[in-house]
């Protein structure tokens, strides 16, 4: 819908009729049934020496747990409990109602207005979602960036993006309370001090996720959690009981998405019954967060690589200077490299363009290769692509790269 309005295509006029939302949410929930079934339930189904119990349990001592009143005793154990989006504390916000990420896939009448509490991935790929879908969307921030992990240039640059689209961001924010009034829902926020009211038709709460282990009596198996109620874990997923493991969104580990708590799993496994090491190196695990265009990042930022050697060597490049990214009228894109500043190593990269995800693989393999900037200046990329992006950064430390031909 997004891309029928501003293609920005001279002489081609595209026209979007009959859009309900209802239908398009449905398909979705018909998507994701069709997936958990075929690459979940029917894997589960295959495996001849797992089976399956549906239930919650709870540990009844550090190597027995209770599931619909049956117990069940193992040498080894691993919690994979997953999470459960976070609940601010926000004054009234249970009676007033709200919706997170679960919901806001499910619910069938678009809002006309939306506020989204908290930035950060599920924040900004919700906002710009239904934004482009037609909702007035607000997003409060409690910091001053939108997303305070990547670098400052990027998230910037894609907060005057989103704003450009029309949503309105309020960051420094701090929300106070929740009421309703004629039918509608309002948020009481403080911004510098001053106090603003914000009238609204549904609140999505994006303000993280809290791990699942207050029901699983962790007490009784003798496994510790930090303050935010997470599983404390070793680099190799054992907790403070050797022979229980964790892994995934319900541990402190430092990066929570998807493929990295599967290979968590896998290694857990592996480390639980043949008693190997395993671990993962997570500076070299990438992330992206889905609004258009992509933001994503591997290894290190300038601020990490000034705390680690107390000088750095980076570069930024606008996508201005990426012939593919011309042709496609998708110039408003960043990307920012940072190497050693001796070596030369690429020890990290965040790239803010279309299909980032998909660029920050390649970006991926050069920080877990230690690959160097003269590395990828003597490889030869596709032209015109925007895996180009990643030779013209390398370029940058040592070219002046706006006087360089396209085809470089």
Avoid at 83 to 104: D, F
Avoid at 209 to 229: M, R, S
Avoid at 312 to 336: Q, Y
Wanted: hydrophobic fraction near 40%; charge should be negative.
């Amino acid at each position: 819908m997004h891309l029928a309005k501003n293609h920005n295509i001279p002489g081609l006029d595209i026209e979007v009729k009959n859009f309900n939302f209802a239908t398009v949410v449905q398909h979705e929930l018909d998507l994701v049934a069709k997936l958990r079934e075929e690459k979940y339930e029917k894997v589960l189904l295959q495996l001849e020496n797992v089976t399956h119990i549906e239930g919650k349990a709870s540990f009844v001592s550090p190597d027995e747990i209770d599931v619909n009143g049956q117990t069940y005793q193992a040498k080894k154990l691993i919690i994979a409990a997953g999470s459960t989006a976070t609940v601010p504390p926000i004054e009234n916000i249970q009676e007033v109602g709200y919706l997170t990420h679960i919901e806001a896939l499910q619910i069938k009448n678009l809002p006309k207005e939306l506020i989204v509490v908290g930035a950060g991935p599920l924040g900004l790929e919700f906002a710009q979602m239904y934004s482009r879908f037609g909702t007035k969307v607000t997003v409060l921030q409690r910091s001053d960036s939108i997303f305070p992990p990547a670098e400052k240039e990027l998230t910037d640059r894609l907060a005057e993006i989103l704003t450009n689209e029309g949503i309105t961001i309020k960051t420094n924010a701090q929300v106070k309370s929740a009421r309703k009034e004629a039918g509608k829902k309002v948020l009481i926020i403080m911004i510098a001090g001053q106090e603003e009211q914000i009238i609204t038709d549904e609140i999505l709460l994006a303000t993280g996720k809290t791990p699942n282990t207050k029901e699983l009596n962790l007490n009784k198996a003798g496994v510790n959690v930090d303050d935010k109620l997470a599983i404390k874990v070793t680099p190799e997923f054992q907790t403070s009981q050797p022979h229980i493991f964790a892994v995934g969104d319900v541990t402190n580990l430092p990066i929570r998405e998807e493929p990295t708590a599967g290979k968590e799993g896998t290694l857990a496994a592996e480390n639980a019954l043949n008693n190997t090491k395993n671990s993962i190196d997570y500076n070299s695990v990438p992330w992206t967060i889905f609004t258009d265009p992509q933001l994503a990042g591997v290894g290190l930022t300038e601020e990490q690589e000034m705390n680690q050697l107390g000088r750095c060597l980076c570069r930024t490049v606008s996508f201005a200077d990426v012939p593919k990214a011309i042709i496609m009228n998708r110039t408003e894109g960043l990307i920012k490299m940072a190497v050693h500043p001796d070596t030369k190593v690429i020890l990290g990269i965040q790239i803010l363009a279309p299909n980032a995800g998909e660029l920050i693989a390649q970006a991926m393999w050069l920080v877990k290769n230690k690959s160097t900037i003269d590395d990828v200046v003597n490889s030869l990329p596709m032209f015109p692509t925007l895996s180009e992006t990643i030779k013209i950064a390398a370029l940058s430390f040592t070219k002046d790269i706006s006087k360089l031909s396209c085809c470089v």
